[in-house]
């Protein structure tokens, strides 16, 4: 079965700095990649697919990279600040329609420090 | 914006009842899905739905059964609530290939 891992619980940046979290996965090519914010007691909310033809996708301080080679999505966000504090979730869809449900990695928790 | 409407944000029912979680979409889209998030295990699965009268197993379907007679209703049906069924469930939709929309969860306890 497919197997997603971020690359750690937790991870404490200083403001102003860029955060990157990892997303690994084994044993089968998505044909695309989704991150995900999640607040605590809230829902996760949508920020950036990436397929896997693409290697990079930006949205305003967000970054996301795409290397199947290595299997593996890089997520950047710079000039970070407080507000950014949350857990980010990766996810991966094999089937590429949508329709078959998305597994999610297990979440990096991102705190910035004032 | 898509809303994603959860009928129940804290719910707390005895071991043994039939329980209903109501979710609505307001997009029109055809997917939905319901997940469960627990500490330590994240989002896992539970049903998907690509069209009305459709159902699949997800990936920890077991003592969960669904319903979607509209498009933009899905329910998630616990048969007979266990302990072992605390948690947060969440529902979501997505129109083909795009990114998930959310509700806002059910914390549901049972007790």
């Known amino acids: 079965s497919q197997k997603i891992e971020q690359n750690s619980e937790a991870l404490n940046i200083q403001e102003g700095k860029t955060a990157t979290l990892t997303c690994n996965y084994t044993?089968?090519?998505?044909?695309?990649l989704q991150w995900y914010r999640q607040d605590p007691g809230r829902g996760p909310v949508f920020l950036l697919l990436?397929?896997?033809?693409?290697k990079e996708k930006r949205k305003e301080r967000l970054k996301v990279t795409f290397d199947t080679t290595l299997k593996q999505s890089l997520f950047h966000i710079t000039a970070s600040q407080p507000a950014d504090s949350a857990t980010y979730l990766c996810?991966?869809?094999?089937?590429?329609?949508?329709?078959?449900?998305?597994?999610f990695g297990k979440g990096t928790h991102l705190i910035i420090q004032p | 914006d898509v809303k994603v409407t959860q009928s129940s944000r804290y719910l707390v029912k005895r071991t043994g009842e039939k329980v209903f979680l109501e979710c609505v979409q307001d997009?029109?889209?055809?997917?939905m899905f319901w997940y469960r998030q627990d500490p330590g295990l994240g989002l896992r699965l539970i049903y998907f739905?690509?069209?009305?009268?459709?159902?699949e197993k997800g990936d920890i379907p077991e003592g969960y059964s669904v319903s979607r007679e509209k498009k933009e209703r899905f329910s998630l049906i616990l048969e007979s609530a266990s302990t072992n069924q605390t948690s947060m469930y969440l529902c979501?939709?997505?129109?083909?290939?795009?990114?998930?929309?959310f509700g806002s969860g059910t914390r549901l306890t049972v007790v």
């Open positions: 739905s690509y069209d009305v009268k459709m159902k």
């Open positions: 997009m029109d889209h055809e997917n």
């Open positions: 990436i397929r896997e033809n693409e």
């Open positions: 996810a991966l869809d094999i089937g590429g329609g949508g329709a078959d449900g998305l597994t």
């Open positions: 979501a939709s997505s129109f083909q290939g795009m990114g998930y929309t």
């Open positions: 044993n089968y090519s998505p044909a695309y």
